[in-house]
Nanobody, 115 residues
Framework: QVQLVESGGGLVQAGGSLRLSCAASGSIFRVNRMGWFRQTPGKQRELVATITSGGSTNYADSVKARFTISRDNSKNTVYLQMNSLKPEDTAVYYC?????????WGQGTQVTVSS
C-alpha cells in the first residue's frame, strides 16, 4: 500500500509564500511522477505542477514563475514552493503519485490566501 502525507498548508496574505510537502511511503516504484493538484468547491480538480523521477517538470500556466516543484528521491518527498500567492490560489491542494496508470492521492491540505 502507498500512503501520501501532506503538510504545510495554511492561511497567508496575498503576496505571501507557503511551502507544501508530501512524503510517500510503501511500495513505490522508483520510476514515477509526483505532483500537486488543487480543487475548489464545485470545480474539477486541476493540475498545479508535476515532476518526474528524472526531474522533468510541468506547470499550469496560472502558477508558472510563482510556484516551484521539487523532489528528494531519497526521501520519496515532493515539495511545492508557492510565492506571490493570490486569492485565486485558495483551494485544497492534493499530492499525487502516478506509477504507470495507477494514481495515489493524499488527503489534501487547505491553502487560503486572504486579500
Amino acid at each position: 500500500q502507498v500512503q501520501l502525507v501532506e503538510s504545510g498548508g495554511g492561511l497567508v496574505q496575498a503576496g505571501g509564500s507557503l511551502r507544501l510537502s508530501c512524503a510517500a511511503s510503501g511500495s513505490i516504484f522508483r520510476v514515477n511522477r509526483m505532483g500537486w493538484f488543487r480543487q475548489t468547491p464545485g470545480k474539477q480538480r486541476e493540475l498545479v505542477a508535476t515532476i518526474t523521477s528524472g526531474g522533468s517538470t510541468n506547470y499550469a500556466d496560472s502558477v508558472k514563475a510563482r510556484f516551484t516543484i521539487s523532489r528528494d528521491n531519497s526521501k520519496n518527498t515532493v515539495y511545492l514552493q508557492m510565492n506571490s500567492l493570490k486569492p485565486e490560489d485558495t483551494a485544497v491542494y492534493y499530492c499525487n503519485l502516478a506509477v504507470t496508470v495507477t494514481n495515489y492521492w493524499g488527503q489534501g491540505t487547505q491553502v487560503t490566501v486572504s486579500s
